[in-house]
């Protein structure tokens, strides 16, 4: 049986590839987002635990669908 990547993680790292397809620093990235640099860190590395609506500001900010972060 295949272990499954826990979504936490699997967001932070597809938010870190999307990001850096843009060419963008993650503290330009969280003023985009009006959030702090730290808890972009802690999302790309899988410690944080995004709400929906973070989910939907970081998606509007990299200019894709917030589903793109979760596939």
Request: net charge positive; glycine share 8%.
């Amino acid at each position: 049986m295949l272990a499954r990547m826990d979504i936490r993680k699997k967001f932070g790292l597809n938010v870190a590839k999307e990001r850096k397809k843009k060419g963008q620093s993650q503290e330009q990235l969280a003023f985009d987002c009006g959030l702090h640099r730290t808890y972009i860190s802690g999302i790309e590395r899988g410690i944080r635990n995004p709400t929906i609506a973070i989910v939907e500001k970081i998606a509007k900010a990299l200019s894709i669908r917030p589903s793109a972060l979760l596939d």
